[in-house]
């Protein structure tokens, strides 16, 4: 027996405001490209993010290793409500940087962290970036919703396999679910279309 969940909760937490605002950490990117480039992501205000510098190339190799001391030092002041990493070439790399930052940041934190490599694997940045942070501020929502699910299956005794609808209408797993929130941005929608 199985079970197919859709939701409206993440396009109703865009659309009211209502989501959590992480913090984004951008490696390799500077000011001044968010600056220029920014807004056409959603990123309008260059001075709320948090940029660590460090060199890679368009083949993914590192030149050259951010300041994790730092990073490490201001991971507390820096994030407070939980984090989306980003770095530039981080999808030619398997997010090694933002993996290695996650680390320290989770070590320090303890609050819901996302690597944008883990969720996407496009050349744009910036659009992973948005993605990352989107999926960092959905987490805490989608979680409870799942807990909620699993907890009201268990009360009315209902042994099923629980899936999501995702955004193009195929399922996945709750555990998925919980890791990938922005994947089910539209969840309700699509399933509502099928």
Not at 169 to 192: C, F, I, K, R
């Amino acid at each position: 027996c199985a079970a197919g969940l859709s939701t409206t909760l993440a396009t109703n937490a865009c659309v009211e405001n209502k989501f959590h605002r992480p913090k984004l950490l951008l490696m390799g990117i500077d000011r001044k490209g968010i600056a220029q480039f920014g807004a056409d992501y959603g990123f309008t205000d260059p001075d709320d993010i948090v940029y660590l510098p460090c060199k890679t190339t368009i083949t993914g190799q590192i030149l050259q290793e951010p300041d994790w001391a730092l990073l490490r030092a201001h991971a507390k002041e820096w994030f407070s409500e939980g984090c989306a990493i980003c770095e530039i070439y981080g999808m030619r790399n398997n997010g090694v940087l933002e993996k290695q930052a996650a680390s320290v940041i989770q070590q320090e934190i303890g609050l819901p962290i996302v690597c944008a490599s883990e969720l996407f694997s496009g050349l744009s940045s910036l659009e992973r970036a948005a993605s990352a942070v989107l999926n960092a501020g959905l987490l805490p929502l989608t979680c409870r919703f799942l807990d909620a699910v699993s907890r009201a299956f268990q009360e009315r005794n209902i042994h099923a396999d629980m899936y999501l609808v995702r955004s193009d209408s195929s399922l996945m797993g709750l555990n998925y679910a919980a890791q990938h929130a922005v994947e089910t941005l539209l969840s309700g929608p699509a399933a509502s279309a099928l």
